[in-house]
């Protein structure tokens, strides 16, 4: 954290010009704040806040910050930063973007298991193939440092290779590919014996979209993704204080599964935006048991599977004054259903917010 803040005042020094600033604040209320079987409700603030430095030249230094704040759970009360440092250089054939940052998360002392510090490097390369065809590749280095449990620390190396293609039809085709592999930095305990052979995941995934105008202000979107684990296996802990949908013990490379997604999006009247859109997907644990609600295995094969469908609603409204900062109101609805074969994780949520963002 002191090296964070100490690379804030050097680029905060080096920044010569005033930063561009957007903040973001939320309310919002959950029937379901764990998404479980035993649901328990709560209000929940989020402030997020942008800074970017123009310094000269293709460079940009930036930095964010988020706050979440919990009306009833006040202990889950938890502050992220990340300082960066960005470069873009943009020409006929094509573009060239890179960069690197810092990133650190603190919580109070119940879930201080979740602090990290850590780092990320990413460069991508962007070329006009046709005047209808975009190709894109890149590359991204991202170290994570758990200070208070440092065998969960890893470093994730993922390539991924991109293709959109503009038809005449007024349809656009997006297909992406990557490939991951996140790597335990330690040794350390894990659930089944023997299985810290699996210091190493490796993980693939794709995605294909498409999109099409329906007129001038509408536009409808297709999204299919799907994942596959290659080898290795996560490390999950288990006790009262850890949280397996937290990513310190269920990301990506905890299972693999599929997406289907649809998505209606139309600019209406008074500068406002309607978003509409569902999803249906599943999980299948790679090599996580289902426990019954007394946290005892349902059987030595039987290996959690969720099933979910998700519900989304968004209304935003833009405001531009004559003079002043422009502003940003948004309402939000969604809800979730899980379908697990592991009793705690089968339920639904729902979750209402309200947003005002502004920039100047």
Request: a positive charge; hydrophobic letters at 35%; zero cysteines.
């Amino acid at each position: 954290m002191k090296v964070l803040v100490a690379a804030l005042l050097l680029g905060l020094g080096m920044a010569r010009a005033q930063p561009a600033v957007r903040l973001n604040l939320y309310s919002s209320y959950t029937d379901n704040l764990f998404q479980s079987s035993q649901p328990h409700a709560d209000w929940v603030n989020l402030l997020y806040v942008d800074l970017d430095w123009g310094l000269g030249g293709n460079t940009g230094l930036y930095y964010t910050g988020n706050a979440s704040l919990f009306r009833e759970y006040s202990e889950l009360f938890n502050h992220a930063h990340v300082l960066g440092l960005n470069y873009a250089r943009d020409g006929r054939a094509g573009e060239l973007r890179a960069g690197a940052s810092l990133s650190a998360r603190l919580d109070r002392r119940l879930y201080d298991y979740r602090d990290f510090a850590g780092g990320g490097a990413f460069v991508e390369a962007k070329r006009y193939l046709r005047e209808d065809l975009v190709g894109r590749a890149g590359y991204t280095l991202r170290l994570q440092e758990y200070l208070k449990v440092s065998r969960q620390s890893y470093a994730e190396q993922s390539a991924n290779a991109r293709l959109t293609r503009f038809l005449p039809s007024r349809t656009t085709v997006d297909l992406r590919a990557e490939l991951g592999v996140k790597s335990y930095l330690r040794r350390g305990e894990v659930f089944l014996p023997g299985a810290d052979r699996g210091r190493h995941l490796v993980q693939g995934s794709g995605d294909l979209k498409l999109a099409q105008s329906l007129g001038q202000r509408t536009g409808l979107q297709l999204e299919y993704t799907r994942q596959h684990s290659f080898s290795g296996q996560g490390r999950f802990l288990f006790g009262p204080l850890y949280d397996f949908d937290d990513e310190l013990f269920s990301d990506r490379y905890s299972y693999q599964g599929q997406t289907l997604g649809l998505t209606l999006k139309h600019l209406g009247l008074w500068d406002s935006q309607l978003e509409l859109s569902g999803q249906l997907g599943s999980r299948n644990y790679v090599e996580r048991l289902a426990l019954d609600l007394d946290g005892f295995p349902l059987g030595l094969d039987q290996k959690r599977r969720d099933r979910w469908q998700l519900l989304k609603l968004e209304l935003i409204r833009f405001f531009q004054p004559a003079r002043g900062p422009g502003l940003e109101l948004g309402l939000h609805w969604s809800y979730r259903r899980t379908n697990s074969n592991d009793p705690y994780y089968d339920a639904g949520v729902n979750t209402y917010s309200a947003g005002l963002q502004t920039s100047f």
